[in-house]
């Protein structure tokens, strides 16, 4: 995708629809097992809010007061309005620190409801495979790491604002209403003048803030695009460090990289661009709002009717209501930030939700002793045909041999098997027995070598002594002391260690049918002997399909079936 295509993708899916969209992304929560703690963290934190503008009316109340004992020089009431003023202040620090508290630990409970639900359907249905094969969605760690965290804390904040903003304007607008009188313009006698002044400011600069910074939005989801994208470029290079090495291509890496700095360079400067005008304007709008309720007060003052105090007392009202009708202007760059957040959260569920509902294109169930393929077609997303009409039984206990020219689909037929492979026709039934896969590059979970043996099952389902026994199996004696220690065996094994560890896995794993993709690659031909007939003494009865192009593999094999032309065609074992 280019770099806007996602963002223009999600506005032209969910136009119209965003709020309820994101409405949806944010109720299971509240209906969840958790409903109970959330509704009441939420009812204390609400109170609290509510509570911070009772402090502020009460505050306001004080201005009053306070200032007119100054203009009466009252000195007794200036110090017991001054020692009054630390009892509130007392109450509302009280007040603010358990709002953050209590708002954080909702933050933290919610975003860790969220995480596990998005971990459970990431990894569902292969969510995860399919959207990197297909490009559907771009790095989902940082969607679910980063953008769950943005999008639970900028929720609560900005709800809880809004909350607290209309409960102050409606309070402080009662006061601003009774306390600014009236003034008569063109003969019309305007009541509560102040409260329309306010709106009035208010209203034209939040639309004034709008036309500046709407750019916000689109440049903010960019961003964590680039940065993302960045950061996975940085993760590649560390992955294939030895690889990188080996052929000098530091520059090449250091071109890529910077080619990726730059994007993110580049926007940062647009935001840099759009943030600079909207800062003017709402600098000056704050600055401006300072005086404007002396301005507007001022010929009531300077005529007699209202005293300092009163004064004093308008001009804290009025900078409260024109601060609650600006709370769109002083939250644009928070909310241009959520809409991004939710922007790309939407796109990601929208990615789930398409392969989750993608009707299967082949038909892979679990049903009978056999593997039946029949009538099976498998296709590129280029529209090239690697199977037209494959047809192959393979009975219980047999071995089977798949081979074929590079590209000729081999492994596509394996991944078909396992249902990875959605474009074709035709049905595929497995044998409902207990299966494993064995692909060319094993996985090594980060963990204990006792880990990385058991995978994908605990460490705990095998006695200590059966993985020593598999190792010694598998020619890898130097590695029985090492069980319990945790590394990175990826990164320390050579490929063909890797391997042998994969059919040491199999081994403990007694697995009654295998499919192997190239498994023995990478070691030579003692080794893959050797460890085919490890599998064939150790687990009698076992049914063997594996991908191989070396023609020492056929004497491990009953059958041999090579792919040419988009056929499968049974050949004759030699």
Not at 84 to 104: C, E, P
């Amino acid at each position: 995708m280019n770099q806007n295509a996602e963002y223009s993708a999600v506005n032209d899916a969910v136009r119209g629809q965003f709020f309820r969209r994101t409405w949806a992304m944010i109720t299971p929560y509240w209906r969840s097992e958790e409903k109970g703690k959330a509704w009441l963290l939420l009812a204390a934190v609400i109170g609290l809010s509510l509570f911070s503008v009772a402090i502020s009316v009460w505050i306001n109340h004080w201005y009053k007061d306070f200032y007119n004992a100054l203009e009466r020089k009252d000195t007794a009431a200036f110090w017991q309005l001054i020692g009054y003023f630390g009892g509130i202040a007392a109450v509302a620090i009280l007040g603010a620190v358990y709002r953050l508290y209590l708002t954080q630990m909702l933050t933290i409970r919610w975003r860790a409801w969220l995480t596990e639900k998005h971990f459970a359907r990431w990894l569902a249905d292969k969510n995860y495979y399919q959207l990197e094969q297909g490009g559907y969605t771009d790095n989902p760690d940082q969607r679910i790491s980063e953008d769950l965290n943005n999008f639970t804390s900028s929720t609560l904040g900005l709800g809880l604002g809004l909350l607290r903003n209309v409960v102050s304007l409606v309070s402080f607008s009662i006061i601003l209403w009774g306390v600014s009188g009236s003034i008569e313009v063109f003969g019309i006698t305007i009541p509560g003048y102040m409260f329309w002044c306010a709106l009035v400011y208010a209203g034209v600069g939040s639309w004034l803030t709008h036309l500046i910074g709407r750019r916000l939005i689109g440049l903010s989801n960019q961003q964590q695009r680039f940065e993302a994208d960045l950061r996975f470029s940085m993760v590649r290079v560390r992955e294939n460090a030895e690889s990188i090495a080996l052929y000098n291509g530091e520059p090449n890496e250091n071109q890529r990289l910077s080619a990726r700095f730059g994007k993110v360079w580049h926007n940062f400067w647009d935001i840099m661009k759009v943030s600079k005008r909207l800062t003017f304007f709402t600098a000056g709008y704050s600055q401006i709002a300072i005086i404007f309720p002396f301005i507007v007060a001022a010929p009531r003052y300077f005529t007699g009717k209202i005293e300092l105090g009163e004064l004093m007392q308008i001009n804290s009202a009025f900078g409260n209501v024109q601060e609650n009708f600006s709370w769109f202007i002083n939250a644009y760059s928070d909310l241009a930030g959520w809409r991004a957040t939710s922007d790309r959260l939407l796109s990601f569920h929208q990615a789930m939700s398409e392969n989750e509902q993608r009707p299967a294109a082949i038909d892979v169930r679990a049903q009978g002793e056999r593997l039946v393929v029949q009538g099976l077609g498998m296709s590129l997303a280029d529209g090239r045909h690697l199977l037209i009409d494959g047809n192959m039984i393979v009975d219980p206990g047999q071995r089977l041999m798949l081979s074929g020219r590079s590209g000729s689909g081999k492994s596509t037929l394996l991944r078909a098997m396992g249902h990875l492979w959605p474009a074709g026709h035709g049905s595929i039934r497995l044998p409902a027995a207990r299966y494993l896969f064995l692909p060319q590059k094993p996985y090594l979970p980060i963990g204990t070598l006792k880990t990385v043996l058991s995978y994908p099952q605990d460490d705990s389902v095998y006695p200590a002594q059966r993985y020593a026994q598999v190792l010694e199996t598998c020619r890898l004696p130097q590695l029985v002391s090492r069980l319990d220690e945790a590394n990175h065996w990826q990164r320390m094994l050579s490929p063909g260690e890797q391997q042998r560890l994969a059919f040491a896995r199999a081994l403990l794993f007694a697995p009654q049918w295998l499919y192997m993709d190239e498994a023995t690659s990478a070691m030579d031909e003692e080794d893959e002997a050797m460890l085919y007939q490890a599998l064939i003494d150790e687990l009698p009865g076992l049914s063997i399909v594996s991908v191989g192009h070396r023609s020492s593999l056929k004497r491990f094999h009953e059958r041999h079936v090579r792919i040419e032309n988009g056929q499968l065609q049974e050949q004759p074992v030699s």
